[in-house]
């Protein structure tokens, strides 16, 4: 199992200017520094094809002249609503965490859960945006 854990935590890329700690994580933040954010980029490809088989928020947002912040309002409810995008979502990043990474995420699922989508839904803006 220990090989296990190494290899997850040597496939992660380094997020420059992220401030790194070793310890078990004491706060929902540095979780999410040392956690989540190396993961959903890892998972950058595996999201973003996740977002183009969504029809129904593809044609919500292709609807309007919505702005950057009503994109990222939208996407963010899509999410929410969408139960089944939202498990596909925590699945794709919990599914790379370590025994401990997930020990600390199944004791704070709730606000561990809203910033992982906080964070996808960012990225998947982003997209949209960049095109």
């Known amino acids: 199992m220990r090989e296990k854990e190494e290899y997850l935590m040597q496939i992660r890329p380094e997020i420059p200017g992220l401030e790194k700690s070793d310890s ?10 040392n956690c989540l954010r190396p993961i959903i980029k890892y998972q950058n490809d595996l999201i973003y ?3 183009q088989k969504e029809k129904n928020l593809l ?10 912040e009503q994109t990222l309002a939208i996407i963010s409810h ?3 609503t969408n139960k089944a995008l939202s498990h596909l979502l925590a699945g794709l ?4 965490m370590t025994l401990n990474e997930s020990d600390f ?4 699922y709730k606000e561990i859960n809203k910033r ?3 964070m996808i839904s960012e990225r998947i803006n982003s997209f949209i945006w960049s095109d």
């Not at 044609?59 to 950057?68: D, E, F, Q, W």
């Open 105 to 108: 995420y199944l004791n704070n």
């Open 49 to 51: 094809k996740a977002f």
């Open 24 to 33: 078990y994580f004491n706060s929902i933040e540095q979780f999410q520094n």
């Open 59 to 68: 044609t919500i947002l292709s609807r309007g002249n919505n702005s950057r």
């Open 116 to 118: 992982i989508f906080q």
């Open 93 to 96: 990043i919990v599914g790379l």
């Open 78 to 80: 899509y999410i929410k």
